[in-house]
Nanobody
Framework: QVQLVESGGGLVQAGGSLRLSCAAS????????MGWFRQAPGKERTVVAA???????????NYVDSVKGRFTISRDNAKNTVYLQMNSLKPEDTAVYYC???????????????????WGQGTQVTVSS
């Protein structure tokens, strides 16, 4: 069982930055692939970024096209935490952001909701124009 708690959301002006954190419970965090999803009002929950777990030191990551070059996903296994650094924020980034954990193969990231086994409660990000 993995419990996930997001933090770091808030209100920011367009062009600003936020860093989301997702703290995970459990001893096996390092062997879960992690993902950040977002859901805007009236829209589906979709992937923003995903990162694999690794038996070595190399992680694979993937981003939705709309955030490439602006967002960075990273993980600190010693702290059981995954991060989403968001720069150059736009009003269309406004959403509730969720982190999720997936069992899977080393070196593999997952971009579909159904691949994930555990979800956090979400944190609101609002970008004003």
């Amino acid at each position: 069982q993995v419990q996930l708690v997001e933090s770091g959301g808030g209100l920011v002006q367009a062009g600003g930055s936020l860093r989301l954190s997702c703290a995970a419970s459990g001893r096996t965090f390092s062997s879960y692939a992690m993902g950040w999803f977002r859901q805007a009002p009236g829209k589906e929950r979709t992937v923003v970024a995903a990162i694999s777990w690794s038996s070595g030191r190399t992680y694979m990551a993937n981003y939705v096209d709309s955030v490439k070059g602006r967002f960075t996903i990273s993980r600190d296994n010693a702290k059981n935490t995954v991060y989403l650094q968001m720069n150059s924020l736009k009003p269309e980034d406004t959403a509730v952001y969720y982190c999720a954990a997936a069992r899977g193969l080393s070196g593999t990231y997952y971009i579909t909701r159904g691949s994930y086994d555990y979800w956090g409660q979400g944190t609101q990000v609002t970008v004003s124009s």
